[in-house]
Structures are given as C-alpha cells and as structure tokens.
C-alpha cells in the first residue's frame, strides 16, 4: 500500500521558517522523483519543488527560488522542504507528490499539509 504522508505545517510569522517532511512507503522511492505541490484558496495546484533522483538535480519554481530547498534521504524514504523568508502568499496546502519510473509510471499524492504565514 502506497503511503505519503506529510507532515510540519503550521502558522509562521512573514520572514519565519518551516520543515516539510514526507514519509513515504509502498513504492521505490530512491528512483522515484519527489515534488512538492502547493495549492491556495481561489487557486490552481502549483508545483514548487522537484527532487529528480538520478543525479540529484532539483528544481523550483520561480516564486519560492532562494528561499526554499528541496531535499531527500533515500535511507530514510523522506523528502524535505525547507521553506526560509516565508511570505503570506506562501500561504497554502502543500502537498507531497511522487512519480515512480519504469514502463508502469504511477503518480501518487500525500494527503497535504496546511502552511499559513500570517503575523
């Protein structure tokens, strides 16, 4: 059974900062590629962050470049999103996303967690 499962939302002052976390199982994880996707009220689901396991690349989105970090502990089967200078359009659910390589690609969802930046 595939599991992701989110976790260190929470309120935050502008110019706090938060770890994400993503637990996951059922699945390869260390070939998989890891995303965070956020999506606030009103709005479309964006992606902010993406972890591709060969080679370790990562990507961001232009809003949150500079002030979040992706990253992965295969070991661990987690992937983190530190968020830095947080502002209160970062305000959104995030969610944690993988796509699994190989001929039968399955995509999966955790179930998200809720950040808001607000003084």
């Known amino acids: 059974q595939v599991q992701l499962v989110e976790s260190g939302g929470g309120l935050v002052q502008p110019g706090g900062s938060l770890r994400l976390s993503c637990a996951a199982s059922g699945f390869t994880f260390s070939s998989s590629v890891m995303n965070w996707y956020r999506q606030a009220p009103g709005k479309e689901r964006e992606l902010v962050a993406e972890s591709i396991a060969a080679g370790g690349s990562t990507n961001y989105a232009d809003s949150v470049k500079g002030r979040f970090t992706i990253s992965r502990d295969n070991a661990k089967k987690t992937v983190y999103l530190q968020m830095d200078s947080l502002k209160p359009e970062d305000t959104a659910v995030y969610y944690c996303?993988?796509?699994?390589?190989?001929?039968?690609?399955?995509?999966?969802w955790g179930q998200g967690t809720q950040v808001t930046v607000s003084s």
């Open positions: 996303n993988a796509i699994t390589r190989g001929p039968f690609s399955r995509q999966y």
